[in-house]
Nanobody, 118 residues
């Protein structure tokens, strides 16, 4: 599995961004995909995940009701729509994948920087 993240940028507080993660792989239905983020001086943290099939989602409390994770099977792409962005959302965002049932995320994409100005 190869992952390619994109879509980061600079946005003012209250604004929106959509991150994309292009996925290579033949049987995506077996995978759980996720977004993580890491702010300067902080540990990497879970943001959101989606089981490719049937599309079950999960969110960190800090982003619930502001972020929406989704996937497009035809495009083999996962998205993270981020609304009402706050300065504390500033971080490098990474997409990751694991086989359903595994205990760790085995595949990671390169990060994409999200900066939210106040």
């Amino acid at each position: 599995v190869q992952l390619q993240a994109s879509g980061g940028g600079l946005v003012q507080a209250g604004g929106s961004l959509r991150l994309s993660c292009a996925v290579s792989g033949r049987t995506l239905a077996r995978y759980i995909m996720a977004w993580f983020r890491q702010a300067p001086g902080k540990e990497r943290e879970f943001v959101s995940s989606i089981r490719w099939s049937p599309g079950t989602t999960a969110y960190a409390d800090s982003v619930k009701d502001r972020f929406t994770i989704s996937r497009d099977n035809a495009k083999k792409t996962m998205y993270l729509q981020m609304n009402s962005l706050k300065p504390e959302d500033t971080a490098v965002y990474y997409c990751a994948a694991q086989v359903h049932g595994a205990t760790t995320y085995a595949w990671w994409g390169q990060g994409t920087q999200v900066t939210v100005s106040s």
